[in-house]
DNA sequence: AATTTAATGTAATTTAACTTACAAATTGAA
DNA sequence: TTCAATTTGTAAGTTAAATTACATTAAATT
């Protein structure tokens, strides 16, 4: 029970709690199912003053994503790439990744934002850009140095970063996405995660002389 | 410009048209946006009939999912595997996984379905199963079926089955469900299915002692 | 303290689509 | 040919949620 204290907002703290609500409700109910005056009941506040900031339920929904859809992937930025040896920035990048994609707010975000894509297409390229797409990106970028530095030997490095964040992120998106959770254990997950490095290493490391 | 030549058609005829009509503009707008008196007109028919025969939006959906959901992975079972060495195998089932993937009718499918996994839960598991979940399965039987044989040399078929599907179909789904076509040629399909069986291979296939 | 400004609560309005009702038209059988 | 059954066309009923209007109340300013 939360204790009902009425407060008086200003905008800028309602127009947070109503985001707030507004999140919450969409990743639990989807776009269409989500209804404003179930938003206004959540964060306080009146469907006025939903009105004033947002304009209307679209804008709601716009402002909503952009907001957290790009926050999301800044664990992944480059500048957390660990030192080392490929095989442990590798490493350590798969396990970033991996544990963004099974935080089940992200991956029904994205899951809501490809259902709704029909109605808002730009929003959902902007999100992918944003999100799927720069993990990929920053990989890639990964191994085109190191393929410079002589360490690795990747002919096409921007299809070999797909490659390696797919192994690593395997089903998880779809799964969530179809309402099934994974119940991996610690143990799965570090099997998936090294058996994803090897592969990739076993292909592009390089190799002494046969 | 149709030739409108009104027909009558009986129960089940009509129904094949619904159906049709319907899949054409789920597809198009989703399930929310999609509204019946669209499809009737689209069908032919009428209103009356379409309750008579689905109950309702949902029945009509419901039938619709399971009628197509079911049969789209028919050209990865098990009787088509080619014979031959694993090479040979994966490389052929990998193209035809890709080419699944790649029909936008596919994509969208699986997308919609992930877009209303909130409203209709069951549905979205039972297309998972019967589909994404259906390739990851085979794939991993016939790898058992080597590592019995001693071709090849896995401790965990399932997992690498899934990873193999995973280099295989590549962010294609994400990205038509986002409505990014890719825009590959048939060399760069060529290239990433190669690929994708070569990291397989250089893990998993058993070599001569070192 | 009085006045202005901004936020709130409630209810009316509008819209859109699902659903139901019913009469007209067509087919098939007696 | 006539009659029964089925399909069709249209419109009315129902519901649900977005949007707007307006009176009320709390906070901020003079």
Known sequence: MKSKVKQRLNVDQRKQAMLMAARELFLAKGYAATNLDEVVAKSGGSLTTLYQIFGNKEGLWRELVLT????????????????????????????????????????????????????????????????????????AQYLAREVEHGTLDIPDPA??????????????????????????????????????????LNTYERKAAV
Chains 1, 2 share one sequence.
């Open 68 to 139: 957290y859809g790009t926050r999301v992937t800044a664990p992944l930025e480059d500048e957390h790439l660990s030192d080392g040896p490929p095989r442990t920035v590798l490493r350590d990048f798969a396990e970033r990744l991996l544990t963004l994609q099974l935080n089940p707010d992200v991956a029904g975000g994205i899951r809501i934002i490809m259902a709704e894509g029909k109605q808002f297409p730009d929003l959902s390229r902007t999100i992918y850009a944003a999100g799927p797409m720069r993990g990929r990106r920053i990989v």
């Open 159 to 200: 299809l070999a970063a797909e490659m390696f964040c797919q192994m690593v992120e395997g089903d998880v998106l779809l799964w969530l996405a179809c309402g099934i959770g994974p119940s991996w254990t610690q143990a799965d997950i570090k099997r998936r995660l090294d058996l994803a490095v090897e592969m990739f």
